[in-house]
């Protein structure tokens, strides 16, 4: 199986101890995980519902979903150099906290063009 290991004669499984904060940390990567999953899905889902009320075409909404998973290299970029120099902890607190911020201001957007802007700099944190 994958998870023999030969040299050392035992399952990797049999040694593996885990404490009550590991499964912590999993369950809250696994639900930022999920709630990143339900944010892209609702705009997407709501795509007719968005160009009624920024008075655009649907064509130009869904464009505008290709262009802000462009800028997902760019935040992995910037915060992967971040974390390299400062550690992983403090730029990952600061990454969650710009993307809580942003995804506020997005119910508050109420031009177009700043919902792009605030959905470029959001998906560009989300990539890290």
Partial sequence: MWFF????????????SLLPADYL?????????TMDGYDFQSVSLSISRLAVYYGKER???STSITLTLLFRPVGAIIFGLAGDLYGRK???IANLIVIAILELATAY???????LIVCVLRNGCESS
């Fill in 5 to 16: 290991l030969p040299e050392l004669g035992k399952s990797c499984l049999s040694d593996l």
């Fill in 25 to 33: 940390y999993f369950f809250v990567g696994w639900m930022a995980w």
């Fill in 59 to 61: 064509e130009s909404i």
């Fill in 90 to 92: 403090w730029p990952m």
């Fill in 109 to 115: 957007c109420t031009k177009f063009s700043t919902f």
